[in-house]
């Protein structure tokens, strides 16, 4: 039993390093179609700078949306690249309110036309945490996306992300759904890399979620709430006063 325990291990430590590859190689690869974008937009940025009609207005602040976001892309890849080869974190004071809401901006796109109602509730007394920005919105982006798809076919479809006071210092986020709940063939090994229920799936978004918040001395776990969806709820640490 041990030594199957070891080899299980051991393959799944193989499959982990296989990842890290896959991301350094991914990173790489895409880095110059990302820069790529970016440039082309602030080209045309430059060449509409002169117009001064409306449409020429609303464009020049796409484009700049555009290259905003490339870059964002970008640094998602180096960052995740880095904390996969190396389990590395650029912990900084930030509000979590605001963690939230950029993250929300992403995910969200397209959301309200799949009929998701999403509410934001920001309790007092969580505010500062200490956080890799671009990681801990990386896990919020996953739980987010995967609580939209859960709720595909469900008639209700409401996403909910609290924050609130947590023990210790910490500060507790729950993102919340009305989907069917965690399949039983998945649930005991959830966080697991490489466990799916989808037929295009990776499995990998709740496994590096995971590593992420246990970086940050959290944990993160999944329970069944009073809609019979599911309930993800981890751990960030506050931001001590001071004294
Ligand atoms: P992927 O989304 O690529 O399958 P994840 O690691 O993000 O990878 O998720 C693994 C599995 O966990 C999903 O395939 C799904 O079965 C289950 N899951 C994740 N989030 C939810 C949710 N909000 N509701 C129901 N099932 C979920």
């Not at 076919?153 to 409401?158: P, Y």
Request: charged share 30%.
């Amino acid at each position: 039993e041990q030594i199957e325990e070891i080899e299980s291990e051991l393959a799944r430590l193989a499959r982990l390093n296989e990842l890290g590859e896959m991301a350094s190689t991914l990173a790489h690869e895409l880095n110059q179609p990302l820069s790529a974008i970016a440039n082309y937009a602030q080209g045309c940025t430059r060449l509409l700078r002169d117009r001064n009609d409306s449409d020429a207005e609303r464009m020049g602040e796409a484009l700049d949306e555009i290259s905003r976001q490339s870059l964002r892309a970008g640094q998602i890849i180096r960052h995740l690249r880095e904390f996969v080869m190396r389990g590395e974190t650029e912990k900084m004071p930030e509000d979590v309110r605001k963690l939230v809401e950029e993250a929300g901006a992403l995910a969200l796109v397209g959301s309200r036309e799949h009929g998701v109602r999403t509410v934001f509730d920001f309790q007092p007394g969580a505010d500062m945490v200490v956080a890799d920005r671009v990681q801990i919105q990386q896990v919020l982006i996953n739980l987010m996306r995967n609580a939209i798809e859960a709720m595909r076919d469900s008639e209700t479809r409401e996403l909910t992300v609290r924050t609130l006071p947590g023990d210790n210092d910490d500060v507790v986020v729950e993102v919340s759904d009305t989907g069917p709940g965690i399949s039983e063939e998945v649930a005991s090994r959830l966080f697991q890399p490489f466990v799916t229920s989808k037929s295009g799936g990776m499995g990998i978004g709740l496994s590096i979620s995971k590593r992420i918040i246990e970086a940050h001395g959290g944990d993160i776990e999944a329970l069944r709430n009073a809609q019979g969806g599911v309930t993800f709820r981890f751990t960030v640490p506050a931001l001590r006063e001071l004294v």
